[in-house]
Each structure stands twice: as C-alpha cells, then as structure tokens.
C-alpha cells in the first residue's frame, strides 16, 4: 500500500532526504519544483528528458541506454530527480527517500504547457537535451495531457506500491499547494 503523507511530515521528511523524486504530468510544474528542491537542500537536480531520454534534436535514445544511464544516476548520494516514466520506477524507487507527485488537473497542466511554449518556443530549456528547442505542442502530447490521470495515475500507484511501498509519497494537487509546500520548506527564493 502506498505510504501517502501529509504536506507537515513531507517537509520534515525532507531535511533528511538525500534523494527525491518529482513525478507528474508535463506542465504540472515539476520541473520548477525540483530545481527548488535542488537549490534549497544543495541536491543534485537531475532531469529524465535532459539526462536519460533525449539526445540533440529530439532523438529518443535507446530503452536500455535510458536504464543504463538512470542505474547510474540513481547510484549518487544526493539529487532531485525530475521526470516522470514509470518504466524506471524499478530502478529509482529502491533508492529514494521522498516522491512528491505533482497530480495537477488536466486544465492547469494545458495552462503549463501553454505558458511554457509562449516562454520558451524556440528555445531549448534548462531541463531538456541541447538541440531540443522548445515546439509547439503536437496533438499526440496534448492528448497525453488530456489522458494522463486515467492513463498513468493508476501506474504510479501500482509501482509506488511494488517498488517503493515504504518510500513516503506526498501528493501536491494545486499550484496553491505547491506554493504552500514551498514556502514551508524555505524555498521560495
């Protein structure tokens, strides 16, 4: 069974974790997040799409080379790992300390997305691979937005419970909640 927490325990849980993963759908915020986390508790912030799955130009590398590199990533002391894939949750959940799940509504992540493009099309964000600028949202993605929560909540939940039971998952479900967490842990600089 999943080890759900509340937001008072997460933070105090954080002050004594080396290892965090931040989970979520695309334009919930994870990102901003986790190189919050990162800066805040001197961790190594690592992103799945940047790190593991994309090479220049949005060329996907290898399943295995992804595991290789995730093995390898997950091996260190202390990170902030962003990305959601829960392909890899046998590999990262073992070692983790926290999951935060930013489980946001289908509306704010398309309000993500959509504030991402108009910040950053053209240009290739801090989380993803060099040569990946930022396109707009193709139907297939939009569509994964959309799908998300019935899709792959119940995979998180399967793989939290099978990979991680005892690892604590705080769930932040608004961008007020975040904020909250945020600012209760000193992050919000």
Same mark, same amino acid.
């Given at each position: 069974?999943?080890?759900?927490?509340?937001?008072?325990?997460?933070?105090?849980?954080?002050?004594?974790?080396?290892?965090?993963?931040?989970?979520?759908?695309?334009?919930?915020?994870?990102?901003?997040?986790?190189?919050?986390?990162?800066?805040?508790?001197?961790?190594?912030?690592?992103?799945?799409?940047?790190?593991?799955?994309?090479?220049?130009?949005?060329?996907?590398?290898?399943?295995?080379?992804?595991?290789?590199?995730?093995?390898?990533?997950?091996?260190?002391?202390?990170?902030?790992?962003?990305?959601?894939?829960?392909?890899?949750?046998?590999?990262?959940?073992?070692?983790?300390?926290?999951?935060?799940?930013?489980?946001?509504? !289908?509306?704010?992540? #398309?309000? %993500?997305?959509?504030?991402? /493009? &108009?910040?950053?099309?053209?240009?290739?964000? $801090? @989380?993803?691979?060099?040569?990946?600028?930022?396109?707009?949202?193709?139907?297939?993605?939009?569509?994964?937005?959309?799908?998300?929560?019935?899709?792959?909540?119940?995979?998180?939940? !399967?793989?939290?419970? #099978?990979? %991680?039971?005892?690892?604590? /998952? &705080?769930?932040?479900?608004?961008?007020?909640? $975040? @904020?909250?967490?945020?600012?209760?842990?000193?992050?919000?600089?």
């Amino acid at each position: 069974m999943v080890r759900y927490v509340d937001t008072p325990a997460a933070a105090d849980l954080l002050g004594r974790s080396n290892r965090i993963m931040v989970v979520g759908c695309s334009g919930g915020g994870k990102t901003t997040l986790s190189q919050k986390l990162a800066s805040r508790f001197n961790l190594d912030y690592q992103s799945i799409d940047r790190d593991v799955r994309w090479l220049p130009g949005w060329q996907q590398r290898d399943r295995h080379a992804q595991r290789d590199i995730i093995a390898e990533l997950v091996s260190h002391d202390r990170w902030v790992m962003d990305g959601s894939g829960p392909s890899t949750f046998d590999l990262r959940l073992p070692r983790t300390d926290l999951v935060i799940w930013v489980k946001m509504s !289908r509306m704010a992540c #398309l309000r %993500g997305i959509a504030g991402r /493009v &108009l910040r950053n099309y053209g240009k290739v964000r $801090v @989380a993803m691979a060099e040569g990946c600028k930022e396109p707009l949202p193709d139907r297939e993605f939009l569509s994964y937005i959309w799908n998300f929560e019935r899709k792959h909540a119940p995979i998180f939940v !399967r793989n939290f419970d #099978l990979h %991680g039971p005892d690892v604590p /998952v &705080l769930v932040l479900k608004s961008r007020r909640e $975040v @904020a909250r967490f945020v600012d209760l842990i000193g992050a919000s600089g």
